[in-house]
Structures are given as C-alpha cells and as structure tokens.
C-alpha cells in the first residue's frame, strides 16, 4: 500500500484527492492530508473522502511521495516544519505557484521533485497541467509523476520557467472562463433570458466551442470567421469587443498573471 501526503487541504489538495479517488489511482485510505490549523476542514475531507486525517509522525517517514498544497506564502515556514519531520527518500509533488524546484531542495534537501501546475478542473478529471522535473527524478518516476496528472486530465512538459505563463494560462484559467460566464449570466437576464437559460446554452456554447478546437484542423480565426456574416450580428459582438479593447485586456491580463506568479516567491 502507497502513502501518499497532503501538506494543505485547500482547494486544489481537494481537487486532487477528489480526481485520484475517482480514477481509482490512489484508494482513500492510501491518501494521508494535514494542514495548519483548521480542524474542521480536516474532518470534512474525512467525512466526505474517507482520506485519513489523524495519523503520527512514522507516516511522514514512510510517505512516498509528499504534495506541497499550502499557499505559496506560507511555504517556506510550512518546509521548515516539514524537513525534520521527513527522512526518508520521500518523492515531492509541489503544485505551489510561483515556487522554484531548487527553492523546494534547498528547504527539503536533495530529492527527487515534480513541479506542476495543475487546475480545479482535476476534480472532474478535465485538468490542464504543466510539469517540470528535476534530475533526481527517474525515468520510471518521471512517467509515475505524468500519469498521476493524466490520470485527472491532460499534462504536458515544458521548462521549468515557462511554469510562470502556464500559470497564468491554464491554472488561472479556470477563474477567467467563470468571470466571463458571470458576465454573460448578467448581461443575458438584461437581454430577457433567464440566468438557468443563460447557463445552460453559454456552458454547451463553450464546450462545442472547445471540442470544434480540439478536433479542427483550422485556427480560431478561421472559425470565427465562420461565424461571422457580414453585416451580422456577430461581426457588430465583436466590433463592440474591439472598441473596449478585448485584445489589450486579455494581454494586460496574462502578463500581470505571469508577473505575479515570478513574484509569489518573495510574497508574504
Ligand atoms: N486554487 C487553484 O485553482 C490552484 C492552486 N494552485 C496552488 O495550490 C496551492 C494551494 O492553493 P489552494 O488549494 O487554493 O489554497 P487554500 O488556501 O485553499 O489551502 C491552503 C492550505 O494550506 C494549509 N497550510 C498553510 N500553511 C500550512 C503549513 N505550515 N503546514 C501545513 N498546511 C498549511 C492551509 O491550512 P489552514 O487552513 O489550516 O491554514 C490550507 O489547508 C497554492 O500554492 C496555489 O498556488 C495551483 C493550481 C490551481
Ligand atoms: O491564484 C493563484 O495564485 C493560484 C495559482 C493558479 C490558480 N490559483
């Protein structure tokens, strides 16, 4: 049997144990979670996962693999608590934005670490995550480490730098699609729909929008275009997008993402 260890038990340690569950990648009992101080939290994922929540110290020796799930803010302190506490050859799993592998060793000594940006949607099997290794990483660990992601949705490699855009792409992203399915559900009950009504035809609209990415061959300005009649319509959508500047914001709003997760290492 696996011990598997959560240091955090937010939302994205949640997410997680929720995805691996449900795949059947790790069973509750395999999956241990601790956090800082807040109990109640701890006996709600017990209830609700049947993870184990009270456990002793030979658990943190015998873990194998431990996932760093705290707020990056709290990081440091939370791996100054953790590195006593871990002797053996313990893999880490660190999904904290903004947070260097080499940052991680320092704290945690040499070992084996897999840093990845993973998603919300892990919870439901549909996350997009990054994942960038270090060299005490094996080959077999390597391919433990990607199907642990594939297992809660898809994953791809990339360099450790380019964690920052990932971030700002794919881990944020999640938040931007709901702000915008906000605004839609705001802005679709001023037009005469309900928001149930707005729901449901934004969220299919948004899934075949995704799927027609996924299995076309043409880029998203050809199938804009598709939509897009002269004189119609969408051709006056977008005019209006382009006259508050849509381009400008989605830049302005991936840069600061990206420039917010290079700084994460010195926020307190
Ligand atoms: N949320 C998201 O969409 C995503 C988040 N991430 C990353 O995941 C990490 C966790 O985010 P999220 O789940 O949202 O955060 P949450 O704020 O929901 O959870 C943070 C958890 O860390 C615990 N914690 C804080 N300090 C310590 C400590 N010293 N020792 C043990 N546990 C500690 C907290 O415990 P307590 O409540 O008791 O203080 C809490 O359980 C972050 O680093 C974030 O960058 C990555 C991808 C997506
Ligand atoms: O907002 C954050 O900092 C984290 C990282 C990606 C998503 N949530």
């Given at each position: 049997?696996k011990?598997?260890?959560?240091?955090?038990?937010?939302?994205?340690a949640?997410?997680?144990?929720?995805?691996w569950?449900?795949?059947?990648?790790?069973?509750?009992?395999?999956?241990?979670?601790?956090?800082?101080?807040d109990?109640?939290?701890?006996?709600?994922?017990?209830?609700?996962y049947?993870?184990?929540?009270?456990?002793?110290?030979?658990?943190y020796?015998q873990?194998?693999l431990?996932?760093?799930?705290?707020?990056?803010?709290?990081?440091?302190?939370?791996?100054?608590?953790?590195?006593?506490?871990?002797?053996?050859?313990?893999?880490?799993?660190?999904?904290?934005a903004?947070?260097?592998?080499?940052?991680?060793?320092e704290?945690?000594?040499?070992?084996?670490?897999?840093?990845?940006?993973?998603?919300?949607?892990?919870?439901?099997?549909?996350?997009?995550?990054?994942?960038?290794?270090?060299?005490?990483?094996?080959?077999?660990?390597?391919?433990?480490?990607?199907?642990l992601?594939?297992?809660?949705?898809?994953?791809?490699e990339?360099?450790?730098?380019?964690?920052?855009?990932v971030t700002?792409?794919?881990?944020?992203?999640?938040?931007?699609?709901?702000?915008?399915?906000?605004?839609?559900?705001?802005?679709?009950?001023?037009?005469?729909?309900?928001?149930?009504?707005?729901?449901?035809?934004?969220?299919?609209t948004?899934?075949?929008?995704?799927?027609?990415?996924?299995?076309?061959?043409?880029?998203?300005?050809?199938?804009?275009?598709?939509?897009?009649?002269?004189?119609?319509?969408?051709?006056?959508?977008?005019?209006a997008?382009?006259?508050?500047?849509?381009?400008?914001?989605?830049?302005?709003?991936?840069?600061?993402?990206?420039?917010?997760?290079?700084?994460?290492?010195?926020?307190k």
């Open positions: 049997m011990k598997i260890l959560f240091i955090g038990a937010g939302s994205m949640e997410a997680l144990i929720q995805g569950i449900k795949e059947k990648v790790f069973t509750a009992q395999e999956i241990y979670v601790t956090n800082r101080s109990k109640e939290r701890l006996q709600f994922l017990h209830d609700t049947g993870v184990n929540c009270n456990f002793d110290h030979d658990t020796q873990a194998d431990i996932i760093l799930a705290m707020k990056p803010k709290d990081a440091i302190s939370a791996m100054h608590e953790l590195k006593p506490k871990i002797t053996g050859q313990s893999a880490i799993l660190s999904i904290l903004g947070i260097a592998i080499n940052t991680i060793t704290h945690l000594g040499a070992r084996p670490v897999a840093r990845v940006m993973p998603n919300t949607s892990a919870t439901i099997g549909m996350s997009a995550s990054g994942i960038a290794f270090n060299d005490k990483v094996t080959t077999e660990q390597r391919s433990i480490f990607l199907q992601l594939e297992a809660v949705g898809s994953v791809i990339v360099d450790e730098d380019q964690l920052h855009a700002a792409l794919s881990g944020s992203g999640p938040a931007y699609i709901y702000y915008l399915m906000e605004a839609f559900e705001r802005v679709g009950t001023k037009v005469g729909l309900s928001k149930d009504t707005v729901r449901l035809l934004m969220t299919q948004l899934a075949g929008t995704a799927e027609m990415l996924k299995q076309s061959v043409d880029d998203p300005d050809v199938l804009r275009r598709k939509v897009t009649s002269p004189g119609g319509t969408t051709e006056a959508g977008i005019k997008l382009e006259q508050y500047q849509f381009n400008e914001a989605i830049e302005a709003c991936i840069k600061e993402a990206e420039a917010r997760s290079r700084s994460l290492a010195n926020s």
